[in-house]
């Protein structure tokens, strides 16, 4: 067999089982559960979609906001200290200066130490929020893989090809938003 010949008997072959499998894959959607060994969901999408994900992001977005407003309002202060440490120059004599200039640069290093460490702190908690949300609907996601008879869900994110008849994604967020009283 040449080569165009197979490559043709592979597309035939392939079109054959799309067209073949579509009115199954739209089958299992109708009933609402999809039957396959491999599911598909979007992690990002269910925390982004799901009300119990967007109040987690709602808190931590309070909790940077909070940090913002606080580095501001240092900052402002840190300044105005500044300025006034600039005037007293004229005032004191270099050694005093010196001292004073040296606490003056030990208390913004430390204050930006502590910032620094609250953002990172933060991000952490952002992360941690994250585990926390997977780890909180995970029974729902085993749940939805028994019914559909799955063995395995796989994060779409890594996927290149797929048929989208395996993608829980939308029953997912559904079940995941009337489990934790969002409707």
């Known amino acids: 067999m040449t ?5 043709r008997l592979t597309r035939a072959l392939a079109t054959a089982c799309l067209v073949w499998a579509a009115p199954l894959a739209a089958h299992a959607q109708d009933l609402g559960i999809v039957q396959s060994d491999i599911l598909v969901v979007d992690a990002d999408r269910l925390f982004a979609e799901t009300a119990f994900g967007r109040q987690m992001t709602a808190e931590l977005e309070q909790e940077r906001d909070a940090l913002i407003a606080r580095n501001r309002e240092l900052e402002a202060r840190l300044e105005a200290e500044e300025q006034t440490l600039t005037e007293l120059r004229a005032e004191t004599s270099p050694q005093e200066f010196r001292e004073l200039a040296d606490a003056f640069d030990t208390k913004v290093q430390t204050i930006r130490a502590e910032s620094e460490r609250r953002a990172r702190d933060l991000e952490r908690k952002s992360n941690q929020a994250r585990l926390k949300f997977m780890q909180t609907v995970e029974p729902l996601l085993i749940d939805i893989m028994q019914d559909a008879g799955a063995t395995v869900i796989m994060d779409g994110r ?14 997912a967020i559904v079940r995941i938003n009337n489990r934790h009283g969002y409707v």
Do not use: E, S
């Open 158 to 171: 890594g996927i290149l090809l797929r048929a989208g008849a395996i993608d829980i994604t939308d029953n």
């Open 3 to 7: 080569g165009q010949r197979m490559v």
